[in-house]
């Protein structure tokens, strides 16, 4: 080769190159050194992610925990604003964790024991048997109501049963958010639409309830309707409470 500075690159599959440079004379012969090449350093990047079913049972484990004062179970409220879509496997896990719940149990045992003082359903009569049929009777609107309107129709309309806290905003665009989520909801899809499935349960629970009430006290067509509008307005107003009272006194909650 022509006298002068040189350089000389080996290269191998899997190891680090080695680049040699000198400066070669006139008439010289130039020797390398033993050359020596390093196995290259192997970079591998594993990325480990949940799936959205696995996700989404996730955050419904974060929901069980969150109970008002520590105590009462307010499992169908997500304070995470992209909370994955359940599917209708988790919609009916949660609908009877929260119909099993221990709590839920002695607040039954409250209604029952104050629609007994009132004598209201009289057809059931009074003492141990007349609590025993309103507690039943209470528990079985609970039951069916939540399953109905939590799950069954949740599952079969694909719509999320659950409150979707907003906590941001002006104090009228969360009042009127709270308002408007009583009668729309959010689909599997993240859209709005009516809240078809909640309603329908409410309908279906007072129907229902006409096979185990006493016959004088059942509900008719029209006051069916009538209640189901009461419930209407009743979860507004809970809707109102979760977005300005519920968040304060629950401990345990997720990061939003």
Not at 60 to 82: A, C, H, M, S
Not at 166 to 180: E, N, P, T, V
Not at 242 to 256: G, M, S
Request: hydrophobic share 40%; glycine share 10%; with cysteine.
């Amino acid at each position: 080769m022509a006298p002068g500075p040189f350089q000389i690159t080996i290269t191998l599959a899997s190891f680090d190159t080695q680049i040699l440079s000198g400066n070669l004379h006139s008439g010289e012969n130039f020797s390398f050194p033993p050359i020596t090449l390093v196995l290259a350093t192997a970079v591998t990047e594993v990325q480990v992610s949940l799936s959205r079913t696995e996700e989404a049972e996730a955050q419904i484990k974060d929901q069980e925990k969150q109970r008002v004062f520590g105590v009462l179970p307010n499992f169908y409220v997500t304070y995470v604003t992209d909370a994955v879509p359940l599917t209708p496997k988790q919609k009916f896990e949660l609908a009877w964790k929260e119909t099993i719940d221990p709590v839920n149990f002695g607040i039954t045992g409250a209604i029952a024991g104050v629609q007994q003082a009132r004598n209201q359903f009289s057809g059931y009569g009074q003492g141990a048997q007349g609590y025993a049929d309103r507690y039943g009777a209470a528990y079985g609107d609970q039951l069916i109501g939540t399953y109905i309107g939590s799950a069954i129709l949740p599952s079969l309309l694909k719509q999320d049963p659950r409150y979707f806290y907003k906590g941001a905003g002006s104090k009228r665009s969360r009042i009127l958010y709270a308002l408007a989520n009583s009668v729309i909801c959010k689909g599997d899809n993240g859209k709005w639409q009516p809240a078809y499935s909640s309603i329908g349960g409410s309908l279906a629970a007072s129907g229902i309830s006409n096979l185990y009430y006493p016959s004088k006290d059942r509900d008719g067509v029209a006051l069916t309707f009538e209640n189901t509008a009461i419930g209407i307005g009743a979860t507004a107003a809970a809707n109102l409470i979760q977005e300005f009272v519920i968040r304060k006194l629950t401990p345990n909650l997720p990061n939003n």
